[in-house]
Nanobody
Framework: QVQLVESGGGLVQAGVSLRLSCAAS????????MGWFRQAPGKEREFVGA????????AYADSVKGRFTISRNIAKNTVSLQMNSLKPEDTALYYC?????????????????WGQGTQVTVSS
């Protein structure tokens, strides 16, 4: 089992930055992919970005590419999502997830473990 706990969400104005963190515990995750998803009210959960734990290979959704950056801290078993130039359409509940894949998984079905989510609200 892998436990994931997100933190760092909040209410911010458009244009500012916010950093989310995800702390992982439990099973060793060095062969996993760590991903971030988000779900806005009335919409499906969508892929935001992911990073492979071993190689640090990243992938992003087109909607956040160039604004969001994922990184991991192997020593602390944490994954972060740096969000810059936030827009009102980035408002959502953000989830951290872990997939037992060595490639950069982008599909929700690939992810086995999920955190509870942290709310990000961007006002215009």
């Amino acid at each position: 089992q892998v436990q994931l706990v997100e933190s760092g969400g909040g209410l911010v104005q458009a244009g500012v930055s916010l950093r989310l963190s995800c702390a992982a515990s439990g099973r060793t995750i060095n062969t996993y992919t760590m991903g971030w998803f988000r779900q806005a009210p009335g919409k499906e959960r969508e892929f935001v970005g992911a990073i492979t734990w071993l190689g640090g290979i990243t992938a992003y959704a087109d909607s956040v590419k160039g604004r969001f950056t994922i990184s991991r801290n192997i020593a602390k078993n944490t994954v972060s999502l740096q969000m810059n130039s936030l827009k009102p359409e980035d408002t959502a509940l953000y989830y951290c997830a872990a997939a037992e894949t060595s490639w950069v998984a982008k599909t929700r079905a690939d992810y086995k473990y999920w955190g509870q989510g942290t709310q990000v609200t961007v006002s215009s």
